[in-house]
């Protein structure tokens, strides 16, 4: 009989097109959107590598050759700052610079000047080194005129200083901002569990569809027919969740850390508490469906938007001032777990979220059974 009931739940649940839409197609599609919005400006703002510069010397300087060639040395198997391109004109250079083949063009004729062709972190970078050099040159050429006992001691103390740089690591995880986008994304799908949950209940229930009413006057108990429809809901949900994953980890290629297995098992207690909220949106007495419908909507919605599914931030406002708000938020819960997930190499911040979760999961199912425990109806 129960395996029975199973069957007969998933073939409902699987025709409901309402529920598979806002369980697989839409994450699908705001992940894609959002990789195509956010995915590229981790890159342009955050990560820098070997830049490369033209030089036209209108006007030869030894003491800038010097120094650029300093700068272009690898030291300790750290990564250069630079890479000189010599140019024979400044048309060269210029077109170099237009064809983006150089991000900056030195220019030394009287004085030197630098062109850029837009703003970034390369182009900030070039014009410290050439501010610096201007202000090295200009302490050298003083220390030569009025102390030139010290310029020696200066010039060495000069050339000490550290050249090049090198990628540390600090976490093993993505330390992209844009990141907790795409967690909200899954935080979404979870919740977004609650429209198969409530879809279960009202159709379990006499005083709101006609299903209700046969399956009330059916031989079969109740708890059955509840434990079934979890099930059914589960197996539709967490596949859901677990092809949005694929899809952002491998076709996307989003960074959302190693620890799959955590991950895995955040996403079976995510999708169990959206399940367990529907039910219990789907067995409050009273309520059209169409209002059931609504608050299961406004609800997710709210919950996701103080996770930081529109607008990045607004967890941490509510972690630094409010933290019993995104205790009781599943959304933040989530998000913050796949935070600690690819952060902290610890867990215990993990299962302190795991546990939150799970609490409420047990809050709503206890709250949905007494709902519709013994429930009789006079009419319907």
């Not at 799959?260 to 995510?270: R, V, W």
């Not at 993990?350 to 709503?364: A, D, E, G, R, S």
């Amino acid at each position: 009989m129960f395996r029975h009931l199973l069957s007969y739940s998933c073939r409902q649940l699987f025709r409901t097109r309402e529920v598979i839409f806002w369980t697989l197609l839409f994450p699908v599609l705001l992940a894609t959107f959002m990789n195509m919005a956010f995915g590229k400006i981790s890159d342009a703002t955050e990560k820098m590598d070997t830049i490369q510069v033209a030089l036209y010397e209108g006007k030869e300087e030894v003491a800038l050759e010097t120094t650029l060639q300093q700068l272009s040395q690898v030291k300790e198997g750290n990564k250069a700052f630079i890479n000189v391109k010599k140019a024979e004109s400044m048309e060269q250079a210029e077109q170099w610079l237009k064809e983006g083949k150089v991000h900056g063009v030195l220019c030394q004729e009287e004085k030197l000047t630098l062109k850029v062709a837009q703003n970034g972190i390369e182009q900030s970078v070039l014009r410290q080194i050439v501010n610096q050099y201007i202000h090295y040159k200009d302490t050298l050429e003083r220390l030569a005129r009025e102390n030139p006992q010290k310029l020696a001691d200066a010039m060495e103390q000069m050339k000490s200083e550290t050249i090049g740089f090198a990628e540390k690591k600090t976490t093993e995880g993505n330390m992209d901002d844009t990141v907790s986008y795409f967690y909200a994304i899954f935080a979404m799908t979870c919740l977004f569990a609650s429209f198969a949950g409530e879809d279960k209940m009202v159709r379990l229930q006499a005083d709101t569809s006609v299903l209700g009413m046969r399956r009330g006057v059916a031989p079969v108990s109740k708890a059955k027919v509840i434990l079934a429809d979890f099930i059914c809901c589960e197996i539709l949900e967490y596949a859901s969740v677990l092809l949005v994953y694929g899809y952002m980890r491998f076709a996307l290629g989003i960074q959302l850390g190693e620890k799959t297995g955590m991950i895995l098992i955040l996403l079976l207690a995510g999708t169990c508490y959206g399940t367990m909220f529907g039910f219990f949106i789907g067995a409050l007495p009273k309520l059209t469906e169409g209002v059931k419908v609504g608050i299961c909507v406004g609800a997710n919605l709210m919950f996701c938007a103080m996770s930081d599914l529109m607008i990045s931030g607004i967890r941490n406002y509510f972690a630094h001032h409010a933290p019993l708000v995104n205790h009781i938020n599943p959304a933040a819960l989530i998000v913050d777990s796949f935070y600690a997930l690819n952060v902290y190499n610890t867990y215990g911040r993990f299962c302190q979220n795991l546990v939150l979760l799970m609490c409420l999961t047990l809050v709503f199912g206890i709250l949905s059974l007494l709902f519709v425990r013994r429930k009789r109806y006079a009419s319907v």
